[in-house]
């Protein structure tokens, strides 16, 4: 079943009963921000979230997850009490039009949207809890930070160049190598060695040779091994970068037509190459994808904005962390 959009998870205050031999669990303080509690409950929820989000990531990049949950449950409370002190409200209709445009969007009756709801874990009421909070979180996003970020032509036009690849603009390349096959796992005790040092001679004559102006595809012919060259002059054809060996495809972008490559070595051994010719393909217009620069340029630009807004929330506030 389609996974339902969901909204950031509420930060419940759980009230510490003033009868502890009463109470079936007793809540920690974890931080106080702005004379606001945040328990070690909420932490020790945030911080299971945080483990399930970074599942797949090695250990090494979960120290310090415990930290960066309580940090990050911190910002969460910062934003609600300035959405509480800005008296940002959503409205009920606004609300219902909210989850009829999810229902929408995932193609659900009512009936299915609770059963998808239940298969995650929420209640409905929970989930439309958990949607007001997120559109409330929302305008003030608007309000705050959205709404001070502006996206200029040149800034679009300039993105648009330095990105040409992604809208079919990319750099083609015609080029012709000499190949040298090395051991990679040769010792210097071993034969293989010398017949190394013997390749490596070889190449850097050849290398000479081409410099100098010998024909590039005779010498490919005469001299490489790669079982092709004898009939094609070790052409490689037309390429993009990103379809090569990220050894041969940084050299060839950095290189001149007609250039000579200095030796450069592979996993495979060793390479002499020459451009032969370098083009880019017109791709999309500019104004065919004008808009999605826009909103990319847009969206990166709001995501800054709002970091930095909250980091300033952070330094005006009265934060004392109790446990890390």
Request: net charge neutral; with cysteine.
């Amino acid at each position: 079943m389609a996974k339902i959009i969901m909204a950031c998870t509420l930060l419940a205050l759980l009230a510490v009963s003033p009868f502890p031999s009463q109470a079936k669990q007793i809540s920690g303080i974890a931080a106080v921000v702005n004379d606001e509690v945040i328990t070690t409950v909420d932490l020790d929820k945030e911080y299971a979230q945080m483990l399930k989000e970074s599942e797949k990531l090695p250990p090494a990049e979960k120290m310090g997850l415990r930290s960066a949950a309580l940090n990050r449950l911190v910002d969460k409370k910062l934003v609600e009490q300035k959405i509480r002190e800005l008296d940002i409200k959503v409205g009920d209709d606004e609300l219902r039009a909210s989850i009829e445009d999810v229902k929408k969007q995932n193609n659900l009756t009512q009936e299915a949207l609770e059963q998808a709801l239940a298969a995650q874990g929420l209640t409905f009421p929970q989930y439309k809890a958990q949607l007001k909070e997120q559109l409330e979180r929302m305008r003030l996003m608007s309000q705050e930070v959205r709404s001070k970020i502006q996206v200029g032509e040149r800034e679009m036009r300039e993105y648009y160049d330095a990105h040409s690849d992604s809208y079919g603009g990319a750099e083609t390349f015609h080029a012709r190598h000499i190949f040298f096959k090395l051991d990679p796992k040769a010792k210097p005790e071993d034969a293989a060695a010398t017949e190394k040092l013997a390749t490596e001679k070889l190449a850097n004559e050849v290398l000479a040779k081409a410099r100098a102006g010998e024909d590039f595809a005779a010498l490919a012919k005469k001299y490489s091994q790669d079982p092709a060259a004898a009939k094609d002059g070790g052409d490689l054809g037309s390429f993009k970068k990103s379809d090569m060996l990220p050894e041969i495809g940084d050299t060839v972008a950095a290189m001149k037509p007609g250039e000579v490559s200095s030796i450069v070595r592979s996993p495979a051994g060793l390479h002499i190459i020459k451009l032969e010719q370098k083009s880019r393909g017109t791709g999309r217009p500019f104004e065919e994808v004008k808009d999605s620069i826009e909103e990319q340029l847009y969206k990166k630009k709001s995501d800054e904005r709002f970091n930095q807004w909250v980091k300033d929330l952070r330094n005006a506030a009265s934060i004392d962390i109790k446990q890390p």
